[in-house]
């Protein structure tokens, strides 16, 4: 029988035979094997709907299917699609430039943009430059609950131990410093009469050569870099309080501590900027981003450095290489989605949705006690589910959402849907929302009637 002739039941024994399972897609007891996609939509074999929150973890910022930045790689499919990565295409240049030049405007630095395939391998070159200009420093801090990605080198940043356990110590593993979660406080302090304490026991580390970090006779810290999402993705969507960062760059300054912003997942306007860190009035020394700079349609990912870092004569030709880096496709794609947020407004028009579908979650919170807290940035919003408690994380309940979710059968106005969620959170119990920014207000008005249809089926 040709492969095109098989059924979903014979495809999904091929997949338990041959696939590994290795990768995520067994998180969900029973895979679903999907068929086509549309604006913010997903389709089965069976051509059920399912309305995606999550887009791909945010690689699909600007819905599936787009057809501006579907054309321009099109184009570029039927006049350069590929060229070896050691020469130049116009788009790349464009891209880089294009990027040097929004990220100067932001926050007043010149710098350069490099290239690579994905947002690990993003994050690996991103410690690269580090550890050169910091003449092979190689001890880092990072965050408690960040993900820096799962190849070798990005593990050693991130702070899940399980990520690491398979394969034993690559590098120097990161020191890992307590986020900003004021709902879950690791110090057990309450907002606002902490007075930012966390940034207070992060500044006792350099009082003493004794703590482990600074020589104090010449004030040299053997940290290079500060590795730091500005919002937490995996870690479930933790907005920090207001003045954290410029509170923490006041300390990485004085000590001459890089500081890498994270945006793999937050950048391209998920937060209603550009990059997220401009929310927080700091500066870093390195931007990494990757997953909706092409809005996924090819891989590609990269930073953008101070200039100080990434000069030629610093980063000489080959201080890394990727055989797909800077593709003409992934380039093109990526120029067409940047001129896709400008056309579309998008600084001014997340904040205004994510403003109304966080009020609305804010109003189911009141009706359910299960819902425990509900918080965002733009269109990147939390949603943590605990016992009646408000505070007692509820994984179990979680868990059955998202797999009820899965099963496309929620009955509203006549018609069955799916619902398509992704878990995070410390305590795995929190649903982190990432919708299309493309997003239309009837389809948050359904989603909210779908979510609340779930919390009533499983928590009874």
Request: with cysteine; glycine share 8%; proline share 5%.
């Amino acid at each position: 029988m040709p492969f095109t002739d098989l059924t979903t039941k014979e495809l999904l024994k091929l997949e338990a035979t041959y696939c590994s399972y290795g990768d995520t897609v067994h998180y969900l007891k029973d895979p679903i094997i999907f068929n086509r996609c549309e604006g913010s939509w997903m389709f089965d074999e069976e051509e059920r709907p399912f309305l995606d929150m999550q887009m791909w973890y945010s690689a699909v910022n600007f819905g599936y299917r787009n057809r501006e930045i579907e054309e321009a790689h099109h184009r570029q499919m039927t006049r350069l699609p590929q060229v070896a990565s050691q020469y130049l295409h116009r788009e790349k240049i464009l891209l880089s430039t294009t990027i040097a030049q929004e990220t100067e405007k932001r926050f007043g630095e010149k710098g350069r943009v490099h290239y690579n395939v994905g947002g690990a391998q993003a994050i690996e070159d991103s410690i690269k430059l580090v550890r050169n200009f910091k003449h092979g420093k190689s001890l880092m801090f990072a965050f408690m609950g960040g993900y820096h990605g799962r190849t070798l080198a990005a593990t050693e940043i991130t702070s899940s131990f399980r990520y690491r356990k398979r394969y034993g110590q690559f590098a120097n593993r990161a020191t890992f410093i307590p986020f900003p979660y004021c709902y879950r406080c690791f110090y057990e302090k309450e907002r606002p009469s902490c007075d930012y304490y966390c940034i207070k026991e992060f500044a006792r580390l350099f009082e003493t050569e004794y703590y482990g970090a600074i020589d104090k006779k010449d004030n040299e810290v053997e940290y290079a870099a500060f590795f730091a999402e500005p919002i937490q993705a995996t870690g479930g969507y933790i907005v920090p309080p207001p003045e954290y960062f410029s509170r923490l760059e006041q300390v990485l300054r004085k000590y001459n501590i890089l500081l890498v912003d994270d945006e793999i997942q937050m950048g391209f306007y998920r937060t209603g900027k550009l990059w997220a860190m401009e929310h927080f009035g700091v500066k870093p020394d390195v931007v990494a981003f990757a997953k909706s700079l092409t809005n996924g349609l090819n891989p590609l990912s990269g930073l953008w450095a101070r200039e100080e870092l990434i000069a030629p004569e610093v980063f000489p030709p080959g201080s890394t290489h990727s055989t797909f880096s800077s593709n003409p496709l992934g380039t093109a794609a990526g120029l067409a989605a940047m001129e896709y947020m400008k056309k579309h407004r998008l600084e001014e028009l997340v904040p205004e949705k994510g403003a109304y579908l966080l009020g609305r979650l804010k109003e189911l919170q009141k009706k359910y006690p299960v819902i425990g807290d509900v918080d965002g940035l733009g269109l990147a919003i939390r949603v943590e589910l605990t016992k009646p408690d408000r505070f007692t994380p509820d994984r179990e309940l979680t868990d059955a959402i998202f797999q009820e979710g899965m099963k496309g059968n929620i009955k509203v106005e006549g018609q069955e849907y799916g619902l398509v969620l992704d878990v995070g959170g410390y305590y795995k119990n929190a649903f982190t929302l990432a919708p299309a920014l493309t997003i239309a207000y009837e389809e948050m008005d359904l989603f909210l009637k779908l979510f609340e249809a779930l919390i009533k089926r499983c928590a009874a």
